[in-house]
C-alpha cells in the first residue's frame, strides 16, 4: 500500500536535547512537508523540499533542521534552539502546483513532548 | 505567513442537520482541497476540485469551486456523530510545491 509513514507516534524529549522525527512516502513523491500544530491551531509550515538534496524554509524554521538525502525520506530535526518545541508535528507529500494530482497527503503525526 | 480564511471557526449543530463551511482567499488558486483531521490524527484528504464551478461529492459531502477561483464551500448532509473534527481547505501556490492551509472550521456534532 501507498503511503506516508511518521514515526515514532510519540515522543518525549528533556530540555536541551535534539531529537529527530521520521517521515517516509512511497507515493513517489517529489515534494515533502513538515508542519507544525499547537492545540486549537491551524497548520504551520516548517520546512519544505520540491527535490533530493534542496530544501526551503517555510514560515518558522528556527530550531528546526531537516534533511533530503533520499526521494522517500525526510527527517525533521527539532533542536535545543527551538524555545517551545512541545506540538504535533505532521509530515506531508505531494506534488505540488500543476493543474492535477497536485493533492497533498499527511502521514498520522508524532506528538512530541518536552518534560 | 498567508493563510486561508475559513469560516465558521467553529460550530456545534444537532445530528441529522446539514452543514455549510466556506474558505476564502485574496489569491487565485487552480486546485481546492479539503480535509477532515480527526483528534490526534493527520489530515485525510475528502475532495479535490480543479477548475472553477466545479461541483464534486464523496458520499455525504458536496464540495465547490468557486466561480472567482478565490473561494471554496464544503457541505456536509444528515451529519452523524462522527463528522466531529476539524476541516481544513487548502491549495497549492500556483507554479510553485507550496501548500496553503486554510485556519480551519471546528465541528461538534450533538446527538
Known amino acids: 500500500d501507498g503511503g506516508i509513514t511518521q514515526s515514532p507516534k510519540y515522543l518525549f524529549r528533556k530540555e536541551g536535547q535534539n531529537v529527530t522525527l521520521s517521515c517516509e512516502q512511497n507515493l513517489n513523491h517529489d515534494a515533502m512537508y513538515w508542519y507544525r500544530q499547537d492545540p486549537g491551531q491551524g497548520l504551520r509550515l516548517i520546512y519544505y523540499?520540491?527535490?533530493?538534496?534542496?530544501?526551503q524554509k517555510g514560515d518558522i524554521a528556527e530550531g528546526y533542521s531537516v534533511s533530503r538525502e533520499k526521494k522517500e525520506s525526510f527527517p525533521l530535526t527539532v533542536t535545543s534552539a527551538q524555545k517551545n518545541p512541545t506540538a504535533f508535528y505532521l509530515c506531508?507529500?505531494?506534488?505540488?502546483?500543476?493543474?492535477?494530482?497536485?493533492?497533498?497527503?499527511f502521514g498520522q503525526g508524532t506528538r512530541l513532548t518536552v518534560v | 505567513g498567508q493563510q486561508l480564511n475559513q469560516s465558521p471557526q467553529s460550530m456545534f449543530i444537532q445530528e441529522g442537520e446539514d452543514v455549510s463551511m466556506n474558505c476564502t482567499s485574496s489569491s487565485i488558486f487552480n486546485t481546492w482541497l479539503w480535509y477532515k483531521q480527526d483528534p490526534g490524527e493527520g489530515p485525510v484528504l475528502l475532495i479535490a476540485l480543479y477548475k472553477a464551478g466545479e461541483l464534486t461529492s464523496n458520499g455525504r459531502l458536496t464540495a465547490q469551486f468557486g466561480i472567482t477561483r478565490k473561494d471554496s464551500f464544503l457541505n456536509i448532509s444528515a451529519s452523524i456523530p462522527s463528522d466531529v473534527g476539524i476541516y481544513f481547505c487548502?491549495?497549492?501556490?500556483?507554479?510553485?510545491?507550496?501548500?496553503?492551509f486554510g485556519t480551519g472550521t471546528r465541528l461538534k456534532v450533538l446527538a
Open positions: 506531508a507529500s505531494g506534488m505540488g502546483g500543476g493543474y492535477r494530482d497536485t493533492e497533498a497527503f
Open positions: 487548502a491549495g497549492p501556490y500556483s507554479g510553485t510545491y507550496k501548500y496553503i
Open positions: 523540499s520540491q527535490i533530493v538534496n534542496d530544501f
